[in-house]
């Protein structure tokens, strides 16, 4: 687990970004992003998967994982969104597929809608994408996001491997769960945590939830059918906004599908990404 590594770098209008491509150099692309509080790592074993016959990019959205982590950073969804549009042109992707997984969605959404990022296809795992989302718990420390980011380091550790291990229904593999919290447990990490939850603002995706009926490009919608940070019921209700897509509910699974359920959701994908346009 520890040979996971980011090895290129870019420099985008949210800070430094740590990215890197697996698979075929000619195959067809395809690009993950990943949500909160995670990092590519989720990514890890579906990336190597499709990386077969595809040619497999992953990123740390800045604030996350082994991307930049500073004070006054701008890691909200609004910026989240353009700089998978500055990503896009810096890989030169005219139009690659996409898998996005939690407020991943919303920033793949929002880079598709607004930015104008064009994709051949669109799978949106448990995403953050209908309102209301953010449970109490969820905005507890954002709103107060300055006391929180001095708990006593021990304690901030607790909390953070409680919120990330309550995302997996199976239960999470000590070694997993410690790769996640890991990147938030530093000198930098710690107020990085506290600083993408107050960011994270429900007007982001009002801004772009009337717009779903706009899309016109394959969707695949996958849920867990045992999330309980995102109920199935808006797996239904998603899917049902978008003209032809197709929902795929993984049982057993919770909100982090890539963990519970990796080989049903790489499945998944996999008949999306060659089903024909």
Do not use: K
């Not at 954002?142 to 953070?160: I, K, Q, T, W, Y």
């Not at 070694?175 to 996640?180: G, H, P, S, T, Y």
């Not at 506290?194 to 779903?212: A, V």
């Amino acid at each position: 687990m520890s040979d996971w590594t980011l090895d290129r770098t870019f420099t985008s209008s949210s800070g430094e970004v740590r990215w890197a491509v697996l698979g075929p150099e000619q195959a067809p692309p395809v690009v993950l992003v990943h949500g909160t509080p995670f990092s590519s790592y989720v990514w890890r074993g579906v990336a190597r998967g499709l990386a077969q016959d595809h040619r497999v990019y992953v990123w740390d959205l800045p604030g996350y994982g082994a991307s930049a982590q500073h004070t006054g950073q701008d890691v909200s969804l609004r910026a989240q969104a353009w700089v998978l549009t500055e990503l896009l042109e810096h890989w030169g992707l005219d139009e690659p597929a996409v898998a996005a997984h939690d407020f991943g969605g919303c920033v793949a959404l929002r880079a598709h809608l607004l930015h104008d990022a064009r994709y051949r296809r669109l799978a949106l795992v448990d995403p953050v994408a209908l309102a209301p989302w953010g449970s109490r718990a969820y905005r507890l420390p954002g709103g107060r996001a300055d006391v929180f980011g001095e708990l006593p380091p021990d304690l901030h550790r607790a909390l953070v491997t409680e919120y990330v291990g309550s995302a997996s229904h199976q239960g999470l593999r000590p070694a997993v769960l410690d790769r996640l919290v890991a990147p938030w447990c530093t000198e930098a990490g710690q107020p990085a945590f506290y600083r993408q939850i107050s960011q994270n603002d429900q007007r982001f995706t009002d801004e772009i939830q009337h717009r779903y009926g706009e899309l016109e490009l394959p969707v695949l919608v996958c849920w867990g059918t045992e999330d309980t940070w995102i109920p199935v019921a808006r797996g239904h209700e998603l899917a049902g906004l978008i003209p032809g897509a197709e929902l795929r509910l993984i049982e057993g699974a919770g909100h982090l599908v890539q963990e519970d359920a990796p080989a049903e959701l790489t499945a998944a994908l996999i008949r999306f990404l060659r089903t024909a346009p």
